[in-house]
């Protein structure tokens, strides 16, 4: 994934100084295995933020809909995104995302799925309890927190890997799973304010 490294330098340089960007918690990362790096959603610019903070390149899953142009198909799949149908299930996706966790990689999600339109964190999708279950991959929790304004501090903090073992051992449900991530996440924000 040259290109992804080369975008996400890019990327980079041009956001952190615009929003004055603090990422906190990287440490907290897992430097190699399976991984899902899960936070809040509350703009556009949350998958370059998140790519560009992780010190690991993430996957990340996008609507099928920026793969149907050319152009748009080429970018998505040189930044490594998945292309997942939005409102119904999507084996195609699941079995991809699956893969890439099963070779070690990492996967950069957002729970709920859309962008929150308050800045409030909101309910987060089953799919991503089902895939920290289904797989052995340590689950990150990331908060995005302020706004995207010039000149205003815009933070991203990761928090320690979230346990999963219990409820794995458990055969805990898929919401059970993304409940708990959710949590962890609101924490990360509530305690970064």
Known sequence: MLFYKFAKTLVWFVLKPIYRMQVIGKENIPKSGPLIVCSNHISNFDPPIVGGSCPRDLHFLAKEELFQKRLLRLLMNSLGAVPIKRGMKDRNALRTVLKILEDGKALGLFPEGTRSKT?????????????????????????????????????????????????????????????????EIKKLKQNNL
């Open 119 to 183: 800045g409030e964190i909101g309910e987060g999708l089953s799919g991503i309890g089902f895939f920290a279950l289904r797989s052995n991959a340590n689950v990150v929790p990331c908060a995005i927190i302020g706004p995207y304004q010039k000149g205003k501090r815009l933070k991203i903090v990761y928090g320690k890997p979230v346990d999963m073992e219990q409820l794995r051992n458990e055969k805990a449900s898929a919401k059970e799973a993304t409940d708990k991530i959710m949590n």
